[in-house]
């Protein structure tokens, strides 16, 4: 009875875990300054989540949330520009261990998948090709049609020519379009393409792919994600501006 009662305060402890974890998480814009998380919100969704994983029962969604805190703290606290890829390091090894654990998990994928093509757009092409970063990435965001995820790797990762048969900067429009068809309010599917317009020197296809995407608004529920991208559309905007007034 005593070992019944013990096992039912600690899942019941674990649950106000995750539940807090997500509340902090619900909330992961409140006291930002600027486009910057507060970084004591980020620690206590962090902390819980963490805690939230030593029960088995709610493990998956924990570790999902664990993953997606930790994502989010990487894009949204400020840390030492030197010690960028040490965090990328961290963010790919951490989501690589939830991925081999909860390979379906939809969330733990694409944040692998976003993880690894950021990680390997930033090494050497030599590394990347030698580490198989391109295929990790393709095989996961087909797993789950990730659509943004393979868009963004056919325009980032290294592509050589004979040596390699994937990625091809051809399919990076296909299925970045096919993304903004599947989900039109996500802010960064309109800068991965309009910046896709801006390398094919496409200026005036980029500018109203830019249009579009501003004129989508700020979604409460992702407020610092939707704010970051509308400054990366500006910038963008901005950058394609200043090279049509020197023509």
């Known amino acids: 009875m005593f070992g019944f009662l013990l096992l039912a305060a600690m899942f019941l402890f674990a649950n106000e875990n995750l539940r807090f974890a997500d509340s902090c998480y619900a909330v992961r814009a409140e006291g930002a300054n600027g486009d910057k998380a507060d970084i004591k919100n980020v620690h206590l969704m ?5 805690k939230a994983m030593e029960d088995s029962s709610i493990l998956e969604k924990a570790t999902e949330g664990y993953v997606k805190s930790y994502y989010f703290a990487f894009r949204f606290t ?18 690589e261990a939830a991925y081999l654990k909860f ?3 939809k969330e733990i994928s694409h944040i692998y998948a976003s993880s690894l093509s950021m990680w390997g757009a930033e ?3 030599l590394a990347a090709v030698k580490e198989g970063v391109a295929a990790r990435v393709r095989d996961i965001a087909k797993s789950t049609n990730d659509y ?3 868009g963004r790797a056919h325009q980032l990762l290294p592509y050589i020519p004979i040596v390699l048969s994937w990625p091809k900067k051809d399919s990076a429009d296909y299925y970045l379009n096919l993304a903004l ?15 896709l317009r801006f390398d094919q020197k496409r200026y005036a ?11 989508r608004g700020i979604r409460t529920s992702y407020f610092l994600e939707d704010k970051r991208g509308r400054w990366q559309l500006k910038e963008l905007q901005k950058k394609i501006n200043a090279k049509l007034d020197k023509k």
């Open 103 to 105: 390979p379906k998990n």
């Open 205 to 215: 296809d980029a500018l109203n792919i830019i249009d579009r995407g501003l004129a």
């Open 148 to 150: 943004q995820i393979l």
């Open 78 to 95: 400020r840390f030492d520009k030197n010690k960028r890829k040490i965090h990328l390091d961290s963010l790919k090894n951490i989501s």
């Open 181 to 195: 068809k599947n989900d039109p309010r996500d802010l960064y599917t309109y800068f991965f393409l309009a910046e």
């Open 46 to 50: 962090k902390d819980a989540y963490r």
């Open 123 to 125: 090494k050497n092409p």
